[in-house]
């Protein structure tokens, strides 16, 4: 293992090489018998630490343990150590022999990390809910010597976007507290709802925090955010709801108690939709007026008004009494100043202050806030865009669109928290942003120098909800990176090595499933996603090595689940079927799917073919999110072209292309055809759907392959678009056909 003191040979017979997570900074096994907690297994505690409680609430409800036995040859000892304060911060030791576990801390927080390694030490089944039985509650004899490599180990929750209930954040909590996560940034405000209750402002959670739920979805489950609209209690059908007082006192103290600290964020001077339609009068002068009540085109605080100004105090002022944290984030990220440059309050406060366009007026801004908080003891913190017109003395900066920002104030002399996009927008697909991406990120830049580095007190992972309405995918965009994003913030790069994690993490997934965490599970890949067949043909599938789940499948086109067959090798398919594939964990439930679809031969022959493909276009109205029904449709234009190109698509806003014939394959083989389009696209062979990239999108390339025998197939390419860039192009690869265009000669269409 790279860099590590992990000592390996002869002493490892006896147990499996430890899994734990973050990677400790020393980490020896050692031989020998484990230590085997029982019901006579004792404690003892002379620092009086707080830690214990959670091994004994744990070994209570998982083995019946409840350490307090009088062994003096079966017992667990914590022991407050400070070697005149020469230990770094958080720092504890582990020693484990065949008859004693030894602890040793400098401070609380050491004891509780502590802990949650010797967690990661038992068995799997210490994180069930319930009593388990046949279990030998053991850990091996192990030595580590542990401490964080940086200060700031924290992950966001967007909770204004979709609203999650208080059981949810205690599960995240102990989540983080289990990886060693020790800040949880509490995204309460934005444009999608207000979630924090302020008595002196009721109308923020009476009107702000409810928006009318119009049932408008992009594909994929997330909110349509173009066009909200908020309501108050008797309003129509709702979405929304708010953290009380005592609730959120309640949540800062479990968080406490797990060494967690909760950063709040009230979003300012931007992203406060929820707020300005509860309080219109803190918006700027010169607002189109709303169509309808609790609606605004504007999401902004006027900066010039001294009502906003003493509004946003206000509510700091109740949200300092909730929250203890040293930060308090005020967001100040993608502020439409437009607003500002139309308002003359705006106007005449950048007269006033000598400022002399809006970005300085963001900056007298964040620089007003930065001392209104520093008054109060507490340290502002807000996303790069502070830096636009000059950064405030006390700010910290949260690097997000890139690494340059955090730079830009390091080199200031100003501390830095690191998130950009590029590793730590836990939002973005697995396929944008893989675990063995995140893994490979170190949160210093290399831009910096020692000085300057000191000034990055360490990173976090977001997780904004624009499209994650469910706590199961919440929790599923998270894991498994966020296990790797806390070896990022915890353990040296020295001591870091993807092979290692891969092996440790592939064990700790049956954790997760005793612990109830979903987590993204491998996806199988197939060798083509439809085949066409005479007779009988195999199916393979891509099975790596290594994990915990088994690869399952079925042939009804059904979701495998724990009863289904398990994969072992290549299936005989005789006759017409879908073969379904996908990892299935230890509680029955499966990841992501691949299908292929398989068929019998479609090849054709037809006496009248002429080269090209008829085009047919057509118009659309409304508002299309899917490629429409173009058979019961009548196309406004019918042409023949040599290829599918999007030179065919009429010049109307919103239309759709269907280009159909037939396709002849020069040579049996696997060929993989591609989409990419600006909106959506399909790909039919006969009527099998070998690519799907429809819905309302960006210019995104999908890809499908079918395995064919040689000769004609019946071909269908449909397009639409809404409005936008209007790009599609078609390819193909197979055998002797690079990537590229689809040759005009493979293509015809009938014309008898």
């Not at 909760?262 to 001077?269: C, D, G, L, T």
């Amino acid at each position: 293992m790279t860099g590590s003191t992990l000592v390996l040979g002869a002493l490892l017979t006896a147990s499996p090489a430890p899994t734990v997570i973050p990677e400790p900074v020393s980490l020896h096994l050692r031989g020998g018998p484990s230590f085997v907690f029982s019901r006579t297994t004792s404690l003892e505690n002379d620092g009086k630490s707080a830690a214990p409680a959670f091994l004994k609430e744990m070994l209570s409800r998982s083995a019946g343990i409840s350490l307090g036995g009088k062994s003096r040859s079966n017992r667990v000892v914590f022991k407050l150590v400070t070697l005149g304060g020469q230990l770094p911060p958080n720092w504890y030791s582990l020693k484990v022999t065949q008859h004693e576990v030894l602890v040793q801390y400098a401070e609380e927080t050491g004891a509780f990390y502590a802990v949650q390694t010797l967690r990661q030490l038992l068995p799997k089944e210490i994180d069930s809910p319930i009593r388990v039985s046949g279990v030998q509650w053991s850990v091996p004899q192990v030595e580590i010597e542990d401490y964080p490599r940086f200060q700031w180990r924290g992950m966001m929750l967007d909770c204004s976007r979709h609203f999650f209930p208080v059981s949810f954040i205690k599960k995240t909590l102990d989540n983080c507290a289990m990886m060693k996560l020790n800040v949880f940034h509490w995204h309460l405000v934005d444009d999608g709802g207000w979630r924090l209750e302020i008595k002196k402002y009721p109308n923020l959670t009476k009107f702000g925090a409810w928006r009318v739920d119009t049932g408008e979805v992009w594909p994929g489950g997330g909110w349509n955010f173009g066009n909200l609209q908020f309501c108050g209690e008797d309003g129509a059908k709702k979405y929304g709801g708010y953290y009380t007082q005592d609730q959120v006192k309640d949540i800062v103290r479990y968080a406490a108690a797990r060494h967690i600290t909760i950063v709040p964020e009230i979003e300012m001077p931007g992203h406060s939709l929820g707020a300005v339609v509860s309080y219109p009068e803190i918006m700027c002068e010169n607002v189109p007026p709303a169509d309808k009540p609790g609606k605004s085109v504007s999401n902004v605080y006027c900066a010039g008004s001294d009502k906003a100004i003493a509004f946003l105090e206000e509510v700091l002022s109740e949200t300092m009494q909730l929250f203890p944290s040293k930060f308090i984030h005020i967001g100040a990220d993608e502020v439409t100043k437009t607003y500002w440059h139309n308002c003359p309050l705006c106007q005449d406060r950048m007269k006033k202050e000598g400022l002399k366009d809006e970005n300085e007026l963001q900056s007298w801004f964040v620089k007003h806030f930065d001392n209104f908080l520093a008054q109060h003891g507490r340290r502002l913190v807000g996303w790069d865009e502070i830096l636009e017109g000059g950064l405030a003395p006390g700010a910290t900066v949260m690097s997000w669109r890139g690494i340059d920002g955090g730079i830009e104030a390091a080199k200031q002399g100003k501390d830095v928290v690191m998130s950009p996009t590029s590793h730590c927008y836990f939002d973005y697909s697995y396929q944008s942003i893989s675990t063995e991406h995140v893994y490979g990120w170190n949160p210093v830049p290399a831009a910096l120098n020692a000085t300057e580095a000191k000034h990055v007190l360490g990173g976090q992972y977001n997780v904004w909800t624009e499209w994650i309405p469910t706590e199961s995918h919440c929790e599923e965009m998270q894991f498994p990176r966020a296990l790797a994003m806390a070896e990022d913030l915890w353990t040296p790069p020295a001591r870091k090595d993807w092979s290692d994690f891969s092996r440790r993490l592939a064990a700790w997934l049956p954790r997760l499933d005793e612990l109830g965490i979903t987590y993204m599970m491998p996806v199988p890949t197939v060798p083509f996603t439809t085949l066409f067949f005479s007779g009988s043909v195999q199916v393979k599938c891509n099975a790596p090595t290594g994990l915990s789940q088994t690869l399952r499948y079925t042939t009804d086109g059904t979701v495998p689940n724990s009863a289904s067959k398990a994969y072992t090798g290549p299936l005989t398919v005789k006759k017409p079927c879908t073969v379904t594939f996908a990892y299935v964990n230890s509680h029955g439930v499966a990841g992501g799917v691949a299908k292929v679809d398989c068929r019998n031969s479609l090849r054709t022959e037809l006496p009248s073919l002429d080269s090209g493909v008829t085009v047919q276009q057509y118009l659309l109205t409304g508002e299309p999110s899917t490629i429409p029904d173009l058979t019961n449709m009548k196309p406004t234009a019918t042409t023949v072209a040599p290829l599918p190109t999007e030179g065919a698509r009429p010049r109307d806003a919103k239309f759709a292309v269907r280009w159909s014939g037939y396709i002849r394959i020069p040579t049996a083989g696997a060929y993989t055809f591609s989409l990419k389009s600006d909106d959506g696209s399909r790909l039919w062979l006969g009527d099998a759907l070998v690519v799907d990239n429809d819905g309302p999108h960006g210019a995104v390339e999908k890809s499908g392959t079918a395995w064919l025998p040689a000769g004609l197939y019946p071909f269908d390419v449909r397009w639409f678009d809404q409005g936008g860039a209007n790009s599609f192009s078609v390819s193909v690869a197979g055998p002797g056909q690079a990537k590229g265009p689809i040759p005009a000669k493979w293509l015809f269409h009938y014309s008898g």
